[in-house]
């Protein structure tokens, strides 16, 4: 047997008496920030009915141990938590992941990369992972802000019936700029998923936007969050349908989310963009956006089919 055989050999799922060891070499591979977002990540998954630990794999030969996470969420969806350096074992660590992400009919598998760090992004493109956003997280204060109201009516979510809601979502999504290959490989069902996920009660503030009062159809959707501890309200989706676009109401939706935000008592509107979303990216630095975290999204992307 080949050196190489061997090392892909010696990649198994992580038994209980190793995982905490596991998910310590995990937390090595981190920067801060990256470290805390793992300890949040550990703590919702071991608060899930019966938590499925078999995404995480460790270098059953090595001690120190090394090790990969694939975390699943719901919806066809999961998180990689990359092992420690860039060399053969944790090329194999990741081809044993995308085995498992491929078994376990994963559609997109992330995972997330600080900017300028192109020995990360080489090791994961050659593991077979696409850049498929290059994400920038966006502020901005409430504060002496034009209270003027949109013109665009909000109406709550949960008057739309399932397969309405659905079709919303699909048609804000045609031709959106924003990490097209997410859309490619996501339902709207999924997407719904993934943002409940963030907030059992998130769709208390979600909403269908019509053009009046008196419209019979939605032209696009506002879909946010509270963070109460931080006082933001963050945004999960926001969009028109296409045949409402470059009409100018992207300014009036965005007004909406302000609205929103200062009726509940937030003091900031928080949201993420695709850097490649130029008309997006401009619009909100134009309402006073400023950019305080970038990252890159890398991922394994099964488009739907049929």
Same mark, same amino acid.
């Given at each position: $047997?080949?050196?190489?055989?061997?090392?892909?050999?010696?990649?198994?799922?992580?038994?209980?008496?190793?995982?905490?060891?596991?998910?310590?070499?995990?937390?090595?591979?981190?920067?801060?920030?990256?470290?805390?977002?793992? =300890?949040?990540?550990?703590? =919702?998954?071991?608060?899930?009915?019966?938590?499925?630990?078999? &995404?995480?794999?460790?270098?059953?030969? !090595?001690?120190?141990?090394?090790?990969?996470?694939?975390?699943?969420?719901?919806?066809?969806?999961?998180?990689?938590?990359?092992? /420690?350096?860039?060399?053969?074992?944790?090329?194999?660590?990741?081809?044993?992941?995308?085995?498992?992400?491929?078994?376990?009919?994963?559609?997109?598998?992330?995972?997330?990369?600080?900017? !300028?760090?192109?020995?990360?992004? +080489?090791?994961?493109?050659? +593991?077979? $992972?696409?850049?498929?956003?290059?994400?920038?997280?966006?502020?901005?204060?409430?504060?002496?802000?034009?209270?003027?109201?949109?013109?665009?009516?909000?109406?709550?979510?949960?008057?739309?019936?399932?397969?309405?809601?659905?079709?919303?979502?699909?048609?804000? /999504?045609?031709?959106?700029?924003?990490?097209?290959?997410?859309?490619?490989?996501?339902?709207?069902?999924?997407?719904?998923?993934?943002?409940?996920?963030?907030?059992?009660?998130?769709?208390?503030?979600?909403?269908?936007?019509?053009?009046?009062?008196?419209?019979?159809?939605?032209?696009?959707?506002?879909? $946010?969050?509270?963070?109460? +501890? /931080?006082?933001?309200?963050?945004?999960?989706? $926001?969009?028109?349908?296409?045949?409402?676009? &470059?009409?100018?109401?992207?300014?009036?939706?965005?007004?909406?989310?302000?609205?929103?935000? =200062?009726?509940? &008592?937030?003091?900031?509107?928080?949201?993420?963009?695709? +850097?490649?979303?130029?008309?997006?990216?401009?619009?909100?630095?134009?309402?006073?956006?400023?950019?305080?975290?970038?990252?890159?999204?890398?991922?394994?992307?099964?488009?739907?089919? &049929?």
């Amino acid at each position: $047997m080949n050196n190489r055989q061997d090392v892909h050999d010696q990649v198994v799922e992580c038994p209980e008496v190793m995982r905490r060891d596991a998910l310590w070499s995990l937390a090595a591979a981190q920067n801060s920030a990256g470290q805390r977002a793992l =300890a949040a990540a550990i703590q =919702a998954f071991t608060q899930t009915p019966a938590p499925d630990w078999s &995404g995480l794999l460790y270098y059953a030969a !090595n001690y120190p141990t090394r090790a990969v996470w694939v975390q699943p969420f719901p919806g066809n969806m999961a998180q990689l938590w990359r092992p /420690q350096r860039e060399d053969a074992e944790a090329q194999a660590l990741l081809q044993a992941a995308r085995k498992w992400v491929e078994a376990h009919a994963i559609r997109l598998c992330h995972c997330v990369v600080m900017p !300028n760090k192109p020995a990360q992004t +080489a090791f994961l493109s050659a +593991a077979g $992972m696409q850049r498929v956003a290059p994400l920038r997280y966006l502020s901005a204060s409430l504060n002496n802000r034009d209270a003027r109201g949109s013109q665009l009516t909000l109406r709550p979510w949960n008057e739309l019936a399932p397969t309405a809601a659905q079709s919303l979502i699909e048609q804000v /999504q045609v031709e959106s700029l924003d990490s097209p290959l997410i859309c490619e490989a996501l339902g709207s069902a999924e997407l719904l998923q993934g943002f409940h996920r963030q907030s059992p009660e998130a769709d208390r503030h979600w909403f269908a936007v019509y053009s009046s009062p008196h419209d019979p159809q939605p032209i696009g959707v506002l879909l $946010m969050v509270p963070r109460q +501890a /931080q006082g933001v309200v963050e945004v999960l989706l $926001m969009g028109l349908v296409p045949t409402r676009r &470059g009409l100018g109401l992207g300014r009036e939706l965005l007004q909406a989310a302000f609205d929103y935000t =200062a009726q509940i &008592g937030a003091t900031r509107l928080a949201l993420t963009v695709d +850097a490649t979303n130029t008309p997006a990216r401009c619009l909100y630095e134009n309402a006073g956006f400023h950019c305080y975290h970038s990252e890159e999204i890398y991922a394994w992307v099964y488009p739907r089919t &049929g």
